[in-house]
């Protein structure tokens, strides 16, 4: 049975669109425009935006610009859109018009088409609901698109900012655990002096707290709202309360703390808000590739790496090579963390290439911002649960490098000189015997003071040197 369609108008003529979907003529240009990349607004996007139309709906409605009977019908079907529903009706491609026109279309043709039938209408008849003379009034596209990404952005913080609690709590849990273990330290992948596990695993866990604390403070620039602006900042076809009216709406009814924008032209000309917390993304990306990266290196093996800790085992690792197990939780977040870090370039260009009054890149910075907050939240979600709690340490081999490193001669500076304690690590790096091995033979210390000395806990910090040359 052949599809049914209505013909809609705008201003280029007209054309067929379904007659069962709640979008409209633009929006299936956009369609046909823009067969880019398949990929569709994010949902907490699609839920924003429905947002700004339910705060910009009430305002009109408070300022008597929109009679009560559309308003409501506007504001129920807008409540169903930021409810999850009709979100199958948001079809426009992520590269698209700048600025966000056809996705803001989209919204206002889905709503109206939606509060038309709410009031009885067929789907079409815009003299009942208009998507530009009412569910559009008192906007533009360039003020409420920025609008909608900084709600996006603020409603999806939460679950990111969770994720990464539970992962400092959790690497603060095994630095607990492994801190009567002790190791060699490593510099310039050589030994060094000794530290014990639970120290390098309390660094992971400071490192996600402060990239908490840059993140948390990079987000309020983002709370700032330019609503109002419409076109190009001068507030153009609105109220002169406006600004302040749907500033409030839009606080009640996202339940966020917003400021109003200080100055409406910089809130469509700049993105720096965005650059901001893109950038305190990607830092934070970069702290988890080094944290991944270690885990990989300290779980190399089994037999011909470090082999300090072991990761869970969560998957065979070959193809072809019988009971291999990788890394695959640390693989997995090292690739999200890459993409978070090209995510923040493309943002950063696109922030850049505004232009004037506008800055018409907004679309490919929505996606790219809202994808590294997901994909963060996720991934890290899974390697705290997968990977972090899992890990055990290997106390004998941890021992095993802790007794042979060289970099224990260092210890010995301040009781036999530098130049001894060099001779006795060139020696042990030479020979393979261990440092204690020399210093026992050459009598520059006992078997006592040599225990004595070696004290973890009076090695993996700062050292009191007059107790322990009396001990010795």
Same mark, same amino acid.
């Not at 009430?58 to 129920?76: P, Q, S, T, W």
């Not at 885990?295 to 990761?311: D, F, H, K, N, V």
């Not at 261990?434 to 000395?453: A, D, F, H, P, Q």
């Given at each position: 049975?052949?599809?049914?369609?209505?013909?809609?108008?705008?201003?280029?003529?007209?054309?067929?669109?379904?007659?069962?979907?709640?979008?409209?003529?633009?929006?299936?240009?956009?369609?046909?425009?823009?067969?880019? @990349?398949?990929?569709?607004?994010?949902?907490?996007?699609?839920?924003?935006?429905?947002?700004?139309?339910?705060?910009?709906?009430?305002?009109?409605?408070? /300022?008597? /610009?929109?009679?009560?009977?559309?308003?409501?019908?506007?504001?129920?079907?807008?409540?169903?859109?930021?409810?999850?529903?009709?979100?199958?009706?948001?079809?426009?491609?992520?590269?698209?018009?700048?600025?966000? +026109? =056809?996705?803001?279309?989209?919204?206002?043709?889905?709503?109206?088409?939606?509060?038309?039938?709410?009031?009885?209408?067929?789907?079409?008849?815009? @003299?009942?609901?208009?998507?530009?003379?009412?569910?559009?009034?008192?906007?533009?596209?360039?003020?409420?698109?920025?609008?909608?990404?900084?709600?996006?952005? /603020?409603?999806?913080?939460?679950?990111? /900012?969770?994720?990464?609690?539970?992962?400092?709590? @959790?690497?603060?849990?095994?630095?607990?655990?492994?801190?009567?273990?002790?190791?060699?330290?490593? +510099?310039?992948?050589?030994?060094?002096?000794?530290?014990?596990?639970?120290?390098?695993?309390?660094?992971?866990?400071?490192?996600?707290?402060?990239?908490?604390?840059?993140?948390?403070?990079?987000?309020?620039?983002?709370?700032?709202?330019?609503?109002?602006?419409?076109?190009?900042?001068?507030?153009?076809?609105?109220?002169?309360?406006?600004?302040?009216?749907?500033?409030?709406?839009?606080?009640?009814?996202?339940?966020?703390?917003?400021?109003?924008?200080?100055?409406?032209?910089?809130?469509?000309?700049?993105?720096?808000?965005?650059?901001?917390?893109?950038?305190?993304?990607?830092?934070?990306?970069?702290?988890?590739?080094?944290?991944?990266?270690?885990?990989?290196?300290?779980?190399?093996?089994?037999?011909?790496?470090?082999?300090?800790?072991?990761?869970?085992?969560?998957?065979?690792?070959?193809?072809?090579?019988?009971?291999?197990?990788?890394?695959?939780?640390?693989?997995?977040?090292?690739?999200?963390?890459?993409?978070?870090?090209?995510?923040?370039?493309?943002?950063?260009?696109?922030?850049?290439?505004?232009?004037?009054?506008?800055?018409?890149?907004?679309?490919?910075?929505?996606?790219?911002?809202?994808?590294?907050?997901?994909?963060?939240?996720?991934?890290?979600?899974?390697?705290?649960?997968?990977?972090?709690?899992?890990?055990?340490?290997?106390?004998?081999?941890?021992?095993?490098?802790?007794?042979?490193?060289?970099?224990?001669?260092?210890?010995?500076?301040?009781?036999?000189?530098?130049?001894?304690?060099?001779?006795?690590?060139?020696? =042990?790096?030479?020979?393979?015997? +261990?440092?204690?091995?020399?210093?026992?033979?050459?009598?520059?210390?006992?078997?006592?003071?040599?225990?004595?000395?070696?004290?973890?806990?009076?090695?993996?910090?700062?050292?009191?040197?007059?107790?322990?040359?009396?001990?010795?």
């Amino acid at each position: 049975m052949p599809e049914k369609f209505r013909v809609e108008k705008d201003t280029l003529g007209e054309r067929k669109v379904p007659a069962a979907c709640y979008y409209g003529i633009q929006t299936a240009r956009a369609k046909e425009n823009f067969p880019v @990349s398949g990929l569709k607004a994010k949902p907490v996007f699609i839920k924003a935006t429905a947002l700004v139309k339910i705060a910009s709906c009430r305002a009109n409605m408070r /300022l008597g /610009l929109l009679d009560r009977k559309r308003g409501v019908a506007i504001e129920k079907a807008a409540s169903e859109v930021s409810s999850g529903s009709l979100h199958n009706e948001f079809i426009v491609d992520v590269y698209q018009a700048g600025a966000g +026109t =056809s996705h803001n279309m989209n919204a206002n043709e889905v709503i109206a088409n939606r509060a038309i039938e709410i009031l009885g209408g067929k789907k079409g008849d815009y @003299s009942i609901v208009h998507p530009n003379d009412h569910v559009n009034m008192s906007q533009s596209t360039n003020d409420t698109m920025p609008a909608a990404l900084r709600v996006a952005v /603020l409603l999806s913080f939460p679950s990111l /900012l969770d994720s990464f609690k539970n992962l400092a709590a @959790s690497l603060a849990a095994k630095s607990r655990e492994f801190d009567p273990i002790i190791k060699s330290g490593r +510099t310039h992948l050589q030994d060094a002096v000794p530290v014990t596990l639970g120290q390098e695993f309390g660094s992971y866990a400071s490192s996600i707290k402060s990239s908490i604390k840059n993140m948390t403070a990079s987000l309020e620039g983002v709370r700032r709202i330019g609503l109002g602006a419409t076109a190009v900042g001068t507030g153009i076809n609105t109220h002169p309360t406006y600004r302040d009216v749907v500033l409030k709406e839009l606080s009640k009814a996202s339940g966020l703390k917003l400021v109003k924008a200080a100055d409406t032209f910089e809130a469509l000309n700049s993105m720096a808000d965005f650059t901001a917390f893109s950038s305190s993304l990607k830092n934070t990306a970069v702290e988890l590739i080094r944290i991944a990266n270690d885990l990989r290196l300290l779980s190399s093996g089994p037999r011909t790496g470090l082999a300090e800790i072991r990761l869970p085992a969560l998957q065979p690792g070959s193809s072809i090579m019988p009971g291999k197990v990788n890394p695959v939780m640390a693989e997995m977040l090292n690739m999200v963390s890459f993409q978070v870090i090209g995510n923040d370039l493309t943002v950063s260009t696109a922030a850049a290439a505004g232009q004037l009054e506008l800055n018409v890149m907004l679309p490919v910075i929505n996606y790219n911002l809202l994808q590294s907050i997901e994909l963060l939240t996720n991934a890290v979600n899974v390697f705290t649960e997968k990977c972090v709690k899992g890990i055990e340490a290997d106390k004998a081999r941890c021992r095993e490098y802790f007794e042979k490193s060289a970099g224990l001669a260092t210890i010995l500076n301040s009781f036999i000189g530098y130049s001894k304690a060099a001779e006795v690590a060139r020696d =042990s790096v030479k020979t393979g015997r +261990t440092i204690k091995e020399i210093v026992l033979e050459r009598g520059l210390l006992s078997e006592n003071e040599w225990t004595r000395l070696m004290e973890p806990k009076a090695i993996t910090g700062p050292m009191d040197l007059k107790r322990l040359k009396k001990k010795a």
